[in-house]
């Protein structure tokens, strides 16, 4: 039976509606609203479908519908979630295959989403093995974007780190999650900067899209880092790991949620008491404190040199009152990032990952 194509103008609607559902799915979950954002993902998913089966040009449309799949995998159960999974690769697949520097990234990216599936499920040795896996790909993957590959990098890391620290792996847990915060301080918007320099808290939503949906995974690594080289003493790496959670947090809650503006005030209150910390640690040869290279230095991460992140920010009340400018003039900036995903809450209110 023949099946009406899209005509061009109803094309054209469609793929308008798909973006703005989609950016504000991704905006609502930076802004912590998981419920709404789980509303908006369903349609842009929807949306994507028909696109995909009814457009004179479906392969125009697979790559979308593939991210859609992927993203909205996020808000189902576990069973549900590796469906999706599964048929989002099976497309990133047929991708790569034909253009591998394009979407391998986003097919090995999926696989941290399946492993967060599997240890949802309750087999966390089998997500560490994958998240293993998924690491030494990243580091391979032909890439024609590298900072999507950094990206997926920093956040393989960030994930193995944790399961790893789970399973009662501290140190090799740790290194992961540090290796993690170097990759993503190397990201556009996330290099370090030159020492008493501090960003504008609005620069995630004009950040690269790769290093948005990044954000809640990094300020999750960044803030259980910061806490666990607190708790051992190791000052410098706890300073750098602070500089990483304060900037975070802080772009998150310029762009809007209570939850996010309560943790940037918890994270901005711990960060302070670890940086004085680091100001009068004796780092003994070859280490790092705040008088020399400071936040903005570097720290050794498992045998490597990895750049570390900002600066000290300013004050809470500087933050969080340009953090009102920037809503205010930005609450239409709802073409943020892709997909975003779960991870457990650290020991700061509202830090969790999305």
Not at 68 to 75: C, I, K, Q
Not at 94 to 123: C, F, K, M, T
Not at 133 to 138: D, H
């Amino acid at each position: 039976m023949f099946k009406a194509r899209l005509k061009p103008p109803e094309q054209g609607t469609l793929e308008r509606r798909y973006e703005f559902h989609l950016g504000e799915a991704i905006r609502a979950a930076l802004a912590g609203d998981n419920e709404k954002a789980a509303g908006h993902s369903g349609v842009a998913l929807s949306i994507s479908r028909e696109l995909y089966t009814e457009s004179r040009q479906p392969a125009r449309h697979r790559p979308g519908l593939a991210a859609a799949l992927a993203s909205h995998a996020r808000y189902q159960q576990a069973l549900e979630s590796v469906e999706l999974l599964t048929e989002s690769a099976g497309h990133y697949a047929a991708l790569a295959q034909g253009d591998p520097a394009a979407y391998e990234v986003e097919r090995i990216d999926v696989l941290v989403r399946v492993a967060l599936a599997i240890e949802a499920a309750g087999n966390p040795a089998d997500a560490i093995r994958l998240l293993r896996e998924v690491v030494r790909m990243c580091r391979r993957a032909p890439s024609a974007n590298p900072a999507a590959r950094a990206a997926a990098l920093a956040r393989a890391c960030f994930h193995l780190g944790r399961c790893l620290l789970r399973a009662g792996e501290a140190s090799e847990g740790l290194a992961y999650t540090d290796a993690g915060l170097g990759v993503a301080a190397t990201l556009p918007s996330g290099a370090p900067l030159h020492p008493g320099a501090h960003r504008d808290p609005g620069w995630l939503s004009v950040a690269p899209r790769t290093v948005q949906v990044l954000a809640p995974d990094w300020l999750t690594a960044a803030t259980r880092a910061m806490a666990l080289h607190a708790a051992a003493g190791r000052w410098p790496a706890a300073a750098t790991a602070a500089g990483a959670a304060a900037r975070v947090s802080g772009a998150l809650a310029a762009i809007g949620g209570d939850e996010r503006r309560e943790a940037h005030v918890a994270i901005i209150a711990r960060a302070r008491a670890i940086w004085a910390r680091a100001r009068d640690a004796d780092t003994g040869p070859g280490g790092v404190g705040l008088g020399g290279a400071g936040v903005g230095g570097s720290a050794a991460v498992a045998g490597e040199s990895q750049p570390s992140c900002d600066s000290m920010p300013p004050s809470d009340s500087m933050v969080l009152a340009s953090a009102n400018r920037f809503r205010e003039r930005s609450t239409s900036a709802s073409a943020a990032a892709r997909s975003v995903q779960r991870a457990p809450s650290t020991d700061l209110p509202g830090s969790r990952s999305l």
